[in-house]
């Protein structure tokens, strides 16, 4: 099993960046996906999660509004789609699969919101 982030970097407040999480050795389509994030310090937070059996998304409330994921089953990613960002926003960005008994963690990328 394994799940890859990738889009992470430094940005200005204000701006976008989208994350990606390519994932690989499990059905992915039956899997929620969760994009957590840890800031220094800080214990790790639910950031949103789509579901693998109609794509419903749920966001934490900080998050409502700037954020969005999203998934393509056909290229076993999850992607979160992240606007207007903010200094508070800086954090390690971790991809998570769950599925019953079923967790897997990708190695997390980093976000950087700074002028």
């Known amino acids: 099993v394994q799940l890859v982030e990738s889009g992470g970097g430094l940005v200005q407040p204000g701006g976008s960046l989208r994350l990606s999480c390519a994932a690989s050795g499990f059905t992915f389509s039956r899997f929620a996906m969760n994009w957590y994030r840890q800031a220094p310090g800080k214990g790790r937070e639910l950031v949103a999660t789509?579901?693998?059996?109609?794509?419903?998304?749920t966001y934490a409330d900080s998050m409502k509004g700037r954020f969005t994921i999203s998934r393509d089953n056909a290229k076993n990613t999850v992607y979160l789609q992240m606007d207007s960002l903010k200094p508070e926003d800086t954090a390690v960005y971790y991809c998570n699969a769950r599925r019953s008994l079923y967790n897997y963690w990708g190695q997390g990328t980093q976000v950087t919101v700074s002028s």
């Open positions: 789509i579901t693998g059996a109609d794509d419903l998304t």
